[in-house]
């Protein structure tokens, strides 16, 4: 939720360049909190805004609503997004989405996707999205190896935003072997990652060890993908995405968010 809530912030308090195009991530903070941050301090905002990361969660909400835009474009017929207990697209894209058809199937952890079933009543939700619960760290996973085997020739979107940190090296490995079976060819993987030797310890607990991480060259993230049935297709670092989707950052004193990679991938044709 504390990205849902820095998002909400950024739509309330923030204008131009870095308002947040989330407007529908009020539905998921509660009441009092949604009062609470309307009558933030501004200290606090100070401080929220002193952390490089704030602006990144900007950056990093207009770069994945492109992703979506680009996909229906390119005509895939189903996106699934994985970890998407506050995400909003399927429901901020409803019109287009409906209108090209796609399908949209939303995976998170089992209490998480119930919340997020909880949650979207009041959004009320098409018939065009499903619901699935799913944790990367089972290593295995059936239901939606058996949700994917039924539409193995529709063209499909899988985006994970801010997930694979809390994925544990090995489990990462296997689910995109999965995603590389099992999805129709030409389909797209779009997620992002945190950088080997940066932040290390951060999303280590429970089951995971080892937390995922890869290297911030692109010849090793091409070549770790391609042994794994994709292509390559587009590689940026966090800090490279704020400059470019917020530019007037590029002259300030403040630093950049600097700890993560996104990239773009596509399923290699058999």
Not at 55 to 78: F, L, P, W
Request: net charge positive; glycine share 6%.
């Amino acid at each position: 939720m504390y990205v849902a809530r820095l998002r909400y912030i950024q739509t309330i308090h923030e204008s131009a360049e870095y308002c947040n195009p989330d407007t529908l991530v009020r539905h998921f903070i509660p009441i009092r909190d949604r009062l609470k941050t309307a009558w933030l301090r501004r200290d606090e905002l100070s401080r929220l805004r002193a952390d490089p990361f704030y602006y990144y969660v900007v950056a990093r909400t207009k770069y994945y609503d492109q992703v979506i835009s680009d996909a229906v474009a390119d005509g895939v017929g189903q996106i699934v997004g994985i970890g998407c207990g506050s995400d909003t697209r399927a429901y901020r894209f409803n019109s287009l989405l409906c209108s090209k058809g796609v399908r949209v199937l939303e995976c998170d952890q089992p209490q998480a996707i119930l919340e997020k079933r909880r949650m979207v009543k009041s959004l009320r939700p098409a018939d065009h999205i499903e619901y699935l619960p799913i944790d990367l760290n089972d290593g295995e996973w059936p239901d939606f190896k058996r949700w994917l085997g039924q539409r193995k020739h529709a063209k499909t979107l899988v985006m994970m935003e801010g997930v694979s940190p809390y994925v544990d090296q090995d489990n990462f490995d296997r689910f995109l072997q999965l995603l590389a079976t099992e999805l129709a060819p030409w389909s797209q993987f779009a997620y992002d990652f945190k950088l080997l030797r940066v932040n290390d310890e951060f999303g280590r607990e429970g089951r995971t060890r080892k937390p995922f991480r890869l290297s911030n060259v692109r010849q090793e993230v091409a070549d770790y993908h391609q042994h794994r049935g994709f292509r390559l297709d587009y590689m940026e670092l966090s800090s490279e995405l704020t400059v470019r989707l917020l530019p007037s950052l590029a002259g300030s004193a403040g630093p950049l968010f600097a700890e993560d990679g996104l990239i773009r991938l596509t399923v290699n044709p058999s």
